[in-house]
């Protein structure tokens, strides 16, 4: 198999985690490059549920090597959590061969990013509530761009870690205590803190660029799993409704150490219709009884915070943009059972911005905001069978809507997946 991207071409939660399960059955190594426990990718395997917040989603496999690169935040604590829960399963034992591994540069998500997040959402006010999971990342990257991160590595030199906790805590006190009147973080607490987790993370710490160009240079697959979506990318996306990270395919590049030609396919993927957790524009947003029915059906609950998710048709004027920002070769096609039965479909083709008709993302968030959905209206499906070997054994109606959604974004749909379970899936070309 070629080395493939998997990644959001929405607001996130588009079902990544289940098409990562499928296709790293066939690659070696599977690399997540940005964010941190702020995802939340579902996989569902003979009826069993998993949800992974850090590790990447091919660790149900044998055999695979699961990769936590540069560019993402790392909670210690949710990942070892997470690391606990897979080998009591049985998952990372050694005669499954499967085993994950963390870049020494990935930046440390410390408690007080967390606690910071947390206030900021609190005190945000209007405009200033972004609705995030809360886990700190926005807080971690900023102190990254700013050069006063924590790297992994760092959890290895106890003098180089108390003179960062030093500088950073200086700062963190002087918010904490005067914007937000909270006690002061003590860094003697932080230093231990950081240590022992250091020491439980040490087997895993390596340097995953190197690893990965090991890789490429001996023509093993690699698959490259993206976190949220590219309407949350931090320079593309809804800004400021967006996460802190690139999540579009440059984060790649920049979150692994590689170069554009270590990609043969970029799968954007996408539900047939919605969603959105958090705030932020969503134009085709329905704040109806359709929209609760679509919720309903979908199960459409936030896999990391449990929030209700907002649900809306299909926007091809926002699918359009991620086929452009990512390079997208291929469409995977999320979640079409939860559309079974509602007769007429509709899909967003353009947006009418004061009187005006616009064909891509408005920069001003205000604008966007304003953004109404023209729409067109196709024939809706009945019941899809859980299985099917191509598009003829699906609707009539549903084969339509792929072949509309193919021909409006100039891609193919690669992947249709007709339920939460890896055998409800069919996969077509590629
Ligand atoms: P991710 O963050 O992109 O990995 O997506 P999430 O796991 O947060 O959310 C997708 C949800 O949809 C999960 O609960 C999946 O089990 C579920 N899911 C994935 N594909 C399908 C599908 O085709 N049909 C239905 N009904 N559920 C699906
Ligand atoms: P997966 O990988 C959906 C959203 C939050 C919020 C914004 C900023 O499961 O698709 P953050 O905590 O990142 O600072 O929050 O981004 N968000 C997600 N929405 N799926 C995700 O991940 C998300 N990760 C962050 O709801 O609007
Ligand atoms: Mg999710």
Redesign the pocket.
């Known amino acids: 198999m070629a080395n493939v991207a998997i990644l959001?071409a929405q607001w996130?939660?588009?079902?990544?985690?289940?098409v990562v399960d499928i296709y790293s059955e066939k690659s070696e190594f599977i690399v997540r490059y940005q964010g941190g426990n702020n995802?939340?990718?579902?996989l569902?395997v003979n009826g069993e549920k998993t949800v992974l917040h850090l590790i990447p989603s091919g660790v149900l496999h044998e055999g695979k090597t699961c990769v936590i690169a540069s560019g993402v935040v790392l909670d210690p604590a949710v990942f070892m959590e997470e690391i606990d829960e897979l080998t009591k399963r049985g998952l990372l034992s050694e005669k499954r061969r499967t085993k994950v591994v963390i870049s020494e540069r990935a930046q440390v998500i410390f408690p007080y990013h967390k606690l910071l997040d947390r206030l900021r959402e609190e005190h945000g006010g209007k405009g200033g509530k972004i609705g995030t999971t809360v886990r700190g990342i926005g807080p971690a990257y900023e102190d990254k761009v700013a050069r006063r991160g924590i790297l992994i590595c760092d959890l290895y030199d106890p003098e180089l870690l108390r003179e960062k906790l030093e500088r950073a805590v200086k700062e963190k006190n002087t918010v904490l205590e005067h914007l937000y009147g909270q006690p002061k973080l003590s860094i003697d607490e932080l230093h231990q803190w950081a240590i022992e987790f250091g020491k439980k993370l040490k087997p895993m710490v390596c340097d995953t660029r190197v690893l990965v160009q090991e890789a490429l240079a001996n023509g093993k697959s690699i698959l490259f799993e993206g976190a949220q979506g590219t309407l949350l990318d931090v320079e593309h996306g809804t800004y400021p409704y967006v996460t802190s990270s690139n999540t579009i395919t440059g984060g790649i590049f920049t979150g692994c150490g590689v170069g554009p030609k270590s990609l043969e396919h970029i799968v954007g993927?996408s539900k047939a219709y919605t969603t959105r957790v958090g705030t932020g524009p969503f134009p085709t947003e329905l704040a109806d009884a359709l929209g609760e029915q679509i919720r309903a059906k979908?199960?459409e609950f936030g896999?990391t915070t449990g929030r209700p998710r907002r649900c809306g048709w299909l926007d091809l004027v926002a699918l359009r943009y991620a086929v452009e920002v990512n390079g997208l070769t291929a469409i995977a096609l999320?979640?079409?059972?939860?559309l079974s039965g509602i007769s007429e479909i509709k899909v967003c083709t353009a947006y009418e911005i004061d009187g005006k008709r616009v064909n891509t993302l408005p920069a001003n968030i205000r604008a966007f905001e304003r953004a109404k959905p023209v729409y067109e209206t196709l024939k809706g499906w009945g019941d899809l069978p859980s299985t099917a070997k191509g598009l003829s054994d699906l609707p009539r109606e549903f084969a339509a809507y792929v072949e509309y959604i193919e021909r409006s974004l100039g891609v193919p749909v690669v992947t249709v997946?007709?339920?939460?379970g890896r055998e409800?899936t069919l996969m077509r070309m590629m």
């Open positions: 959001g996130g939660d588009e079902g990544k985690g289940k995802a939340g990718h579902t569902v993927i979908g199960a896999a999320m979640k079409a059972d939860v997946s007709m339920g939460p409800q």
